[in-house]
């Protein structure tokens, strides 16, 4: 019997997205779209296939957040990253987005627009939904408490946990320790960006001080196989994503034998393939998966593996969980 393609396969495969930015899933016609909406003149550059860098990345992300300005611009951007979630067989999604890159939008307002657009996922593709405010690390901790104050004070049952971004060198773990600790007192899971740019150090910071047991990438815990092994102990679970290594870390290249994602699949990390943001570096689930698949000779054993790690290790309650399992053998 002929062996379906890589590509066939990989589509079939029912999956989890667990590290996508709101505002990095809006693609350029959709980002074209909102900015006309309130700059009808405005002449739009055409986009840019991959960044130089991590900064050069988020500037384009930041001007991005400016053009989404009520509940409206909030439930279009995510459905339209929702829709393009479904056109990869993605059966539950769990979405960050950046409540302060919002200047003059209300809190509940952002909410008002995200979690309408969840419904309408669930009811038009069966597909479920979890929000993570993250906190801008470049704003720092004391902003860190005040962005807490603000997601305590509205808390809706599919808000269950927070985030960190942006730029992390400059800006390591432990100062965040008091606003995680706090957090995870008023039940939030947590989750934070460590290791993309950052060294192995701040990816240890990351597990001990902050208590997180999920790492958004993680790459440079190569760097040190007393970490990775202790992670491997801990069940930490690693939300990798392959297209933006390529712009925002030092590993440029997916087909070399030392690329980070090889090195911690092949020390038995538990990992989530994600997008991070796919419409700003034009990519989409299935070929996140493509890419490592043909890349590193992955399995259809494991490529089945690390798209049920996600649905395992995500953060639905443990009812929701049952459902969603369900969900993707149905
Ligand atoms: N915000 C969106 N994508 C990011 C990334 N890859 N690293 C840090 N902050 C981000
Ligand atoms: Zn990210």
Redesign the pocket.
Known sequence: MQQPSTASLIASIPKVEL???LE?AVGHDVASKMRRRYEPDAVIEPPSAGFKDLETFLAVYDGICRYMRDAADFRDATWHALSRCAASNVRHVEM?FSPDAHKGVAYSEMLDGILDAFDAAKSEYGMSALLIP?HNRELGPEHGMAFLDKVLSDRRERVVGI?L?YAERPNPAPPFARMYERARAEGLRVTA?AG?DGPAEYVRDTVDLLGCRRI??GYHIVDDPELVARCRDLDVLF?V?PT?TLSTTIWRDLSARDHAIRRMIDAGLRVSI?T??PGLFMTELNREYTLLAENFGLSEAKLREIALNGATHGWLSEEGKKDLLQRCAA
Do not use: I
Request: hydrophobic content about 20%.
């Open positions: 590290h996508l930015h990095g960050f993250a985030g971004d960006h993309e958004d990438h939300t994503c933006t994600a991070d943001d």
